[in-house]
């Protein structure tokens, strides 16, 4: 078992900054696939960004891409995801999700078997 817990969401203006992070424990060697989703009012929840922990590669929603970046601490327990520029349309619960393995597409819900309970983050214009 995983378990993750996210950190860091809060309020800003747009044209802003935020940090949110995903720590995990437990089997952590089960969190090699960790990923950030978002789920917006009335939207469906949908892939932000995701990190292969044990080679680094990364992969960026169109949306976000040069925006947002997503990092991970050397002890690889810790995925951050820095938000800059950030827009209304940001405005979302983002959910930090960690999975052995991606079958298919990092951006697929069920690919991830483990999942936080989310951090709000609202950006006003």
């Known amino acids: 078992q995983v378990q993750l817990v996210e950190s860091g969401g809060g309020s800003v203006q747009a044209g802003g900054s935020l940090r949110v992070s995903c720590s995990a424990s437990?089997?952590?060697?089960?969190?090699?696939?960790m990923a950030w989703f978002r789920q917006r009012s009335g939207k469906e929840r949908e892939a932000v960004a995701a990190?292969?922990?044990?080679?680094?590669?990364?992969y960026y929603a169109d949306s976000v891409k040069g925006r947002f970046t997503i990092t991970q601490a050397n002890a690889k327990n810790t995925v951050y995801l820095q938000m800059d520029n950030l827009k209304p349309e940001d405005t979302a619960m983002y959910y930090c999700?960690?999975?052995?393995?991606?079958?298919?597409?990092?951006?697929?819900?069920?690919?991830?078997?483990?999942w936080g309970q989310g951090t709000r983050v609202t950006v006003s214009s």
């Open positions: 999700a960690a999975s052995h393995l991606w079958v298919g597409s990092w951006r697929a819900e069920y690919e991830y078997i483990y």
């Open positions: 437990g089997a952590t060697y089960s969190s090699t696939c």
């Open positions: 990190i292969y922990t044990t080679g680094g590669s990364t």
